[in-house]
């Protein structure tokens, strides 16, 4: 028994791995191993012998399993330890260089319009970009014979002879929003919806796909004072300036009664612009008082609400802020363009944080 236990001892000691242990474990414990011959033998034994030999032989046994135990968890813990170390990981090395990718300015201003917004109680609408034309026209009170269809340079839908849908355009501008979010939500409703919009033109300042947001509020006393002040104190945070001075020039949209376009007071010196100082004046959106077909169209009845409604170029206002000068290079994707004009990813634009660094 001597010699078991120290052979077998031994072995666990120097196995090299679990395969090794299991083998060893068959060879002593395991059925026909020799630890489990031997108390075989008991049998053959007389009373006296089998006295000493039964717990001998037990205690043998539960040596070995104890070593093999012991051995086995001893090299789980050195294969741990290995693997730490080969695993072994530097966190404290510095990241990479912060500018692979950068927010196209686009992505960048409807972020800053939208933080704005927000902040006055507008929440983000959103429409179809291919809708109908009675939501592009007719429900924003312009008729298949009003000139502004024509004006639009609109991008019809190819239709089959025998399709008897709605003719769909590319929407022309955000305005059919406007009727969507009426009919969604009713009144009273303060929205706004930032988004793409076609038109068949192309020059330094048109492409055929750009971007507006669209502004609409709608209560039981909205008024022009309403307007003229949530336009100056988004032209205020937009433009980053305390001073910023807007002047409403008469003028026509079908949608609107009264209509204004709305210019802002500015100086350009060196080709670079400055906001609220100087004697020029720049046209920056389109608004006016909600027309009460319009209102009607969204299901809105115009003689208990009436609201206000503003459009303004996404891209435009963009190119200003920025300094950007021509509105096709938007839409180029050459990427020294992108990491030229483009803004930090993790620099979300907040009041309170900052819009633009
Ligand atoms: N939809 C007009 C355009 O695309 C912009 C516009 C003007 C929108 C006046 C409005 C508005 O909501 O009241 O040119």
């Known amino acids: 028994m001597d010699e078991l236990k120290a052979k077998y001892l031994e072995q666990i000691a120097y196995a090299a791995d679990e395969a090794a242990l299991e083998a060893i474990r068959v060879a002593a414990v395991g059925k026909k191993g020799e630890v489990s011959l031997q108390m075989r033998q008991l049998g053959k034994m007389t009373p006296e012998e089998r006295q000493v030999a039964g717990p001998a032989l037990n205690a043998l046994k539960d040596e070995i399993n104890a070593a093999l135990a012991a051995k086995k968890s001893a090299l789980a813990d050195a294969a741990l330890d290995e693997r730490l170390k080969s695993e072994w990981l530097d966190v404290t090395l510095p990241t990479r260089a912060r500018r692979e990718g950068t927010i196209h300015p686009v992505s960048q201003v409807t972020e800053e319009v939208t933080a704005i917004f927000a902040e006055m109680g507008f929440s983000v609408a959103e429409g179809p970009?291919?809708?109908t034309d009675w939501y592009n026209f007719d429900a924003l009170n312009i008729p298949s014979h009003h000139p502004a269809r024509a004006e639009m340079d609109t991008?019809?839908?190819?239709?089959?002879?025998?399709?008897?849908?709605?003719?769909?355009?590319?929407?022309?501008?955000?305005?059919?929003?406007?009727?969507?979010?009426?009919?969604?939500?009713?009144?009273?409703?303060?929205?706004?919806?930032p988004g793409g919009v076609y038109r068949a033109d192309y020059d330094q300042t048109h492409t055929p796909m750009f971007h507006q947001v669209e502004g609409l509020a709608v209560d039981r006393d909205i008024s022009m004072a309403n307007l003229k002040w949530v336009l100056e104190e988004f032209c205020r945070a937009f433009f980053e300036?305390?001073?910023?001075?807007?002047?409403?020039?008469?003028?026509?949209f079908p949608f609107t009664e009264p209509s204004v376009e709305v210019d802002l007071r500015c100086s350009w010196q060196d080709g670079t612009l400055k906001v609220g100082e100087g004697d020029d004046w720049m046209e920056i959106l389109g608004s006016g008082?909600?027309?009460?077909?319009?209102?009607?169209?969204?299901?809105?009845?115009?003689?208990?609400?009436?609201?206000?409604?503003?459009?303004?170029?996404?891209?435009?206002?963009?190119?200003?802020?920025?300094?950007?000068?021509?509105?096709r290079a938007f839409f180029d994707s050459d990427l020294r363009w992108l990491r030229h004009y483009g803004f930090a990813s993790l620099d979300v634009p907040?009041?309170?944080?900052?819009?633009?660094r």
């Open 289 to 327: 008082m909600v027309h009460p077909k319009v209102l009607q169209a969204g299901g809105i009845d115009p003689d208990e609400w009436q609201g206000f409604a503003f459009g303004m170029g996404i891209d435009r206002i963009a190119m200003l802020k920025y300094g950007i000068p021509d509105l």
């Open 129 to 131: 970009r291919i809708d």
């Open 155 to 193: 991008f019809y839908m190819h239709r089959a002879e025998s399709d008897d849908r709605p003719p769909h355009v590319l929407r022309t501008h955000t305005s059919p929003v406007q009727i969507r979010s009426m009919e969604k939500s009713g009144a009273p409703l303060r929205i706004i919806c």
């Open 241 to 252: 300036v305390d001073n910023v001075e807007l002047r409403f020039r008469a003028s026509h």
């Open 350 to 356: 907040t009041l309170r944080g900052g819009l633009s």
